[in-house]
């Protein structure tokens, strides 16, 4: 009789500095505890959450499998090896949870493609979490991703998607990297309506959160928030 497959797990882990018990059920620390696989977007990362989680972790004997954008289809095949031999692989993000905006995502597909039961965990994404707390639409939204790079296309996709929330009362989200938080907040402030929402969620889960939600009119009246190299989620509608 064939072996039965194991499974591919999706591991959520922290978006920030947060006590542990704060925002992950137990569950979370049972199955790290147990598995020898992982698939990871970063290995130092992963190996200090795991040791985080699971102080007596012997890290070296643990298995790692690097993912990222560049991965290939025999990369992405490798990390399901294990499971072909009923062998359970964790899949871990740099934050929050895994696949949702993440390279883990082509694990899950090519999970799915070769018969093998995929289990996501709960715990913290600052995608959802961001809408939750935002007041905006959690009956129609879009996660956009990053936006263009250059200023000009930067501000020609924030108006199609100010034009789309506006048609279907939808909300948009997007993501920036840290560093350039402080350009998006200006071309969004710059490009849209004064009559547009906006909610900058930065930091979530941590001491230092920061969200809030205002009309453009209203942004531009307070100022600049303290954003600057603090990972954010911004929403639109």
């Known amino acids: 009789m064939e072996n039965a497959k194991g499974k591919v797990l999706l591991i959520p882990t922290f978006l920030g500095e947060t006590p542990y018990q704060d925002v992950m059920p137990e569950?979370?620390?049972?199955?790290?505890?147990?598995?020898?696989?992982?698939?990871?977007?970063?290995?130092?990362?992963?190996?200090?959450?795991?040791?985080?989680?699971?102080?007596?972790?012997?890290?070296?004997?643990?298995?790692?499998?690097?993912?990222?954008?560049?991965?290939?289809?025999?990369d992405i095949?490798?990390?399901?090896?294990?499971?072909?031999?009923?062998?359970?692989?964790?899949?871990?993000?740099?934050?929050?949870?895994?696949?949702?905006?993440?390279?883990?995502?082509?694990?899950?597909?090519?999970?799915h493609a070769n018969g093998v039961r995929v289990v996501p965990l709960c715990g913290p994404s600052s995608i959802l979490m961001g809408l939750m707390a935002s007041g905006l639409s959690g009956q129609n939204f879009a996660f956009n991703g990053y936006l263009p790079i250059g200023k000009p296309e930067r501000r020609a996709r924030l108006r199609e998607l100010e034009a789309i929330a506006s048609r279907g009362a939808a909300a948009?989200?997007?993501?920036?990297?840290?560093?350039?938080?402080?350009?998006?907040?200006?071309?969004?402030?710059?490009?849209?309506?004064?009559?547009?929402?906006?909610?900058?969620?930065?930091?979530?889960?941590?001491?230092?959160?920061?969200?809030?939600?205002?009309?453009?009119?209203?942004?531009?009246?307070?100022?600049?928030?303290?954003i600057n190299k603090r990972p954010c989620i911004f929403i639109i509608q």
């Not at 929050?96 to 090519?110: E, F, K, R, S």
């Open 172 to 226: 948009q989200i997007c993501i920036e990297t840290p560093f350039r938080n402080l350009q998006m907040f200006s071309d969004v402030t710059d490009a849209l309506s004064p009559r547009t929402m906006l909610c900058i969620a930065c930091d979530i889960t941590t001491a230092d959160e920061y969200i809030r939600t205002k009309s453009i009119a209203e942004w531009k009246k307070a100022g600049v928030p303290d």
């Open 27 to 74: 569950r979370v620390r049972t199955e790290i505890t147990r598995l020898t696989f992982f698939a990871v977007e970063n290995e130092k990362t992963a190996r200090r959450y795991i040791k985080k989680v699971n102080p007596n972790a012997v890290i070296d004997q643990l298995t790692f499998f690097p993912i990222g954008k560049h991965s290939s289809e025999d």
């Open 77 to 111: 095949l490798h990390c399901i090896k294990p499971c072909m031999n009923g062998q359970d692989v964790g899949v871990i993000s740099e934050a929050g949870v895994p696949a949702v905006a993440d390279p883990g995502a082509a694990v899950v597909a090519l999970a």
